[in-house]
């Protein structure tokens, strides 16, 4: 199977509001052909993650239904009505319920409000997806597609992050680094039972399944670790001088891929071709004892055979923080699976990429989503996922 990735010629394209008391509901080129300075009195919608204590602490904490992605005063002057949420499940919920009349919607992928093919003929009046972040598969595409709903998110906006987040996942898997930690915290001393799992990063084969923005980032980060090569798996090679920048080497087989990897890392967007793609048919295929690390999507991943293969030795290390399903049920296997030593679990909640310096650009990225919108302006071209009626990236698949 073809891995379908963020195009490795992406990466010549690189890439906040203070925020206010909150108002809100508790539990590529294409620009918009419509002119939208006559707009005002537009409903938009935002679902959000609840920040609690934290968020009235640190208004930083822009992508929270307290903070608002700073943008409501901004909105409201010009005569829009903003609703801010975290309740998103079920037919009752703020979510479905305000769909039905809005023309914009603005999610996240930290707490998604899942944009199925039915809630969209649900709300006629819909015109525009933002997602505040990278990563909009919580949204059914194709349905935008034939519906001719812009769909943009703001790319860049958090790569950085993500790519830090993986090395360090990487680190504290192949380092033993959780359990050492459990250890001091019981009061226990013995080095021993750590160590005889703990390995150096250098010497070992580190490959991508992807190789895009986050995935390219990824390689750069490990080069100085003195690694014994760098691999990836990309439908799309890289440029012939960012490869060799990196010393990466594409590996065009996928079963062929993982079993030269000492550690895997997954960084594509989840779609149609990345789906339950890491199965216990191609967990049989990986080195016996390697480490994976997935901060893409959950459900690129198996949860119960990647939990089944941590428990038999087969991955010896499992981290990253996002999940099947989010926010994640309590006995989702992810939560306390380990490996035959009783480590190798380094699951966290999914914020790799809303850290406060990721929320300022995603917060910025997506106010000027809306500014274009609002006055009929071309949006950035790698922002757009889904045009007017057609797909303007190939990040979601070849099309």
């Not at 034939?146 to 790569?159: D, F, P």
């Not at 993500?162 to 898997?173: K, N, P, R, T, Y």
């Not at 062929?256 to 990897?261: H, K, M, N, R, T």
């Not at 997935?294 to 996002?322: E, F, P």
Request: glycine share 8%.
């Amino acid at each position: 199977m073809s891995v379908l990735t963020a195009s490795a010629a992406a990466l010549k394209r690189n890439l906040a509001s203070s925020a206010k008391a909150p108002r809100m509901l508790s539990s590529r080129s294409l620009a918009p052909t419509v002119n939208r300075n006559d707009a005002a009195g537009m409903k938009i919608l935002a679902v959000l993650y609840k920040g609690g204590d934290a968020a009235k602490q640190e208004p930083r904490l822009l992508g929270t239904v307290e903070n608002q992605l700073g943008i409501r005063d901004w909105l409201e002057s010009q005569g829009h009505e903003f609703i801010v949420t975290d309740d998103k499940e079920g037919p009752n919920s703020a979510f479905q319920q305000h769909l039905k009349d809005a023309e914009v919607l603005i999610t996240t992928p930290f707490h998604p409000g899942y944009l199925t093919r039915e809630l969209i003929d649900t709300a006629p009046n819909l015109k525009l997806c933002v997602t505040a972040g990278v990563g909009s598969d919580h949204i059914d595409l194709n349905a935008a597609v034939e519906r001719k709903i812009q769909v943009l998110e703001v790319t860049g906006s958090n790569v950085t992050s993500v790519a830090e987040h993986v090395v360090m996942s990487i680190l504290l898997l192949v380092r033993n680094f959780v359990p050492a930690h459990e250890m001091i915290e019981r009061g226990d001393w013995q080095v021993s039972e750590i160590a005889r799992n703990a390995y150096d990063l250098e010497g070992k084969v580190i490959g991508t399944l992807g190789a895009g923005r986050i995935g390219y980032r990824v390689l750069e980060r490990l080069k100085p670790f003195n690694p014994k090569e760098l691999l990836y798996y990309d439908y799309n090679p890289l440029p012939e001088e960012a490869a060799k920048k990196v010393g990466a080497r594409r590996v065009e087989d996928l079963k062929e891929f993982v079993s030269q990897c000492d550690v895997v890392t997954i960084n594509t967007p989840l779609h149609e071709g990345t789906r339950n793609l890491v199965n216990a048919s191609l967990l049989q295929h990986f080195k016996p004892g390697a480490w994976l690390v997935n901060t893409a999507r959950g459900a690129i991943c198996n949860a119960a055979d990647v939990a089944a293969a941590l428990k038999s030795g087969q991955l010896n290390g499992y981290a990253g923080d996002v999940w099947n399903v989010q926010p994640a049920p309590a006995d989702h296997p992810w939560r306390r699976m380990k490996n035959t030593l009783g480590g190798g679990n380094g699951m966290v909640p999914h914020y790799s990429g809303t850290t406060l310096d990721a929320q300022a650009r995603y917060a910025a990225g997506t106010k000027q989503i809306l500014e274009n919108y609002f006055q009929g302006k071309p949006q950035e071209p790698a922002n757009i996922i889904v045009g007017l009626g057609k797909y303007e990236t190939k990040s979601y698949g070849q099309r």
